[in-house]
């Protein structure tokens, strides 16, 4: 099926924000916090709750509970499946992203021998570059590290020098979390492909505001977090299933190997959180069009990228008249997400941020975690940078009031 702009609902802003809660309080604050972890839509909430009041076993019994939440888990693989366009015996749940990072790292490192080379990038979030230093030491491997271009994407002319027969893994990320990059993922795919390398992809900043077909992008592992989303605090992996089983997974001897991605899940997972994930899945779903439920999460990130990009526009084209707010990264509004990482001129990060709380709005500072960032920009790690981010359920108001508060920084507050 071919999607086309005739396929996108028309936006309601109402609609969407009815929908969470945290947005429907007595003048709730700006929620511009979103790269750090998105609010929740009630079907999540409601999921939870019924999870734990209702249900509430462990896996594998002979009995009606256990029986529910054996086909709960069965179910919600098949959400992120259809989330990321994949196989879903090749997803696997984590307690987060980096903890089953850290698992997959382990898995692939056992295949490894010692001069093979792992390729990282300064673009990263330390979830996908840290668990790769880490099994290099053990292993006696070759971590090589592709600097960023000037407006903060992956130098692709060093990467295409550095890839070469004894690479193993290109470990790179679909977009910045620090300053909402959008990286040419398929060419790097394709680069690594070419010389028997994998492709090993952090779609956490990127799965909130754009479409992941994994098969699309040339993946070998994607990894993401629900809780920025729209989901709980959880963690999911696709492994393209002939890697899931060719890997020496880390794993208690009992445990069963089969759904392929169960190998990568150590110990009892979070279930009330995975039936979180799947409400999640029916939000999603809820604000697409389409026969299955692949095709309405096409159809809601076509709506969910296009409400954005009007957001991203006007976000820019106000901070272009503030001379004391200076955007870090992309100036344009194509190929990067709403993430924007700033340099405030009279003020620290931090006091940036407790200014724009005193005026009602939620915004990050620091480095998160981003510290390859840090470095190209040249400024403290322990300091950082300012960061705003909009999801889908923010409006042209909530910009024009982060606006009209960077204003007035070093000014007023």
Request: proline residues 5%.
């Amino acid at each position: 099926m071919t999607m086309t702009v005739d396929d996108i609902r028309p936006w309601n802003d109402h609609a969407v924000r009815s929908r969470f809660p945290a947005l429907a309080r007595n003048a709730p604050p700006i929620y511009a916090d979103a790269p750090g972890g998105t609010q929740v839509p009630s079907e999540v909430i409601d999921a939870m709750v019924d999870y734990l009041s209702t249900i509430n076993s462990n896996i594998e019994g002979e009995f009606d509970a256990t029986r529910q939440t054996d086909a709960l888990i069965h179910e919600a693989r098949a959400d992120a499946a259809a989330l990321v366009g994949g196989d879903p015996e090749g997803i696997a749940f984590g307690q987060n992203m980096t903890t089953l990072n850290f698992n997959l790292v382990r898995a692939v490192g056992r295949t490894l021998t010692s001069g093979d080379e792992i390729i990282v990038t300064q673009l990263d979030h330390e979830a996908n570059v840290s668990p790769w230093l880490l099994m290099a030491q053990d292993r006696d491997l070759t971590v090589r590290t592709i600097p960023l271009t000037t407006d903060l994407d992956i130098d692709l002319d060093v990467l295409a020098s550095t890839v070469g027969p004894r690479t193993r893994v290109v470990a790179f990320t679909l977009a910045s979390n620090a300053v909402g990059t959008v990286t040419k993922a398929r060419e790097i795919a394709d680069m690594a492909h070419a010389h028997g390398a994998l492709a090993w992809m952090d779609g956490v900043a990127f799965t909130p505001h754009r479409l992941v077909d994994v098969n699309a992008l040339g993946s070998d592992v994607l990894l993401l977090s629900p809780y920025k989303v729209y989901g709980p605090h959880l963690g999911v992996g696709w492994i393209r299933p002939e890697l899931a089983e060719s890997l020496p997974a880390e794993r208690v001897r009992p445990a069963s190997l089969r759904p392929l991605g169960h190998r990568f899940e150590t110990g009892t997972l979070s279930h009330e959180a995975i039936a979180g994930f799947r409400g999640s899945i029916d939000y999603l779903t809820s604000l697409g069009t389409g026969s299955d439920t692949r095709e309405q999460i096409k159809t809601a990130f076509m709506s969910i990228q296009a409400h954005e990009a009007q957001l991203v526009d006007v976000f820019l084209q106000g901070l272009a008249d503030i001379p004391t707010v200076h955007l870090v990264g992309r100036a344009g509004s194509s190929d990067r997400v709403a993430t924007f990482g700033l340099r405030t001129l009279n003020v620290s990060p931090e006091q940036a941020a407790r200014h724009l709380d005193a005026h009602g709005i939620y915004a990050w500072n620091g480095n998160f975690y981003a510290q390859g960032v840090m470095e190209a920009l040249g400024v403290d790690p322990e300091s950082g940078i300012l960061r705003l981010g909009f999801a889908h359920y923010n409006n042209l108001s909530d910009v024009q009031r982060c606006l009209e508060a960077l204003r007035t920084l070093g000014i007023t507050g």
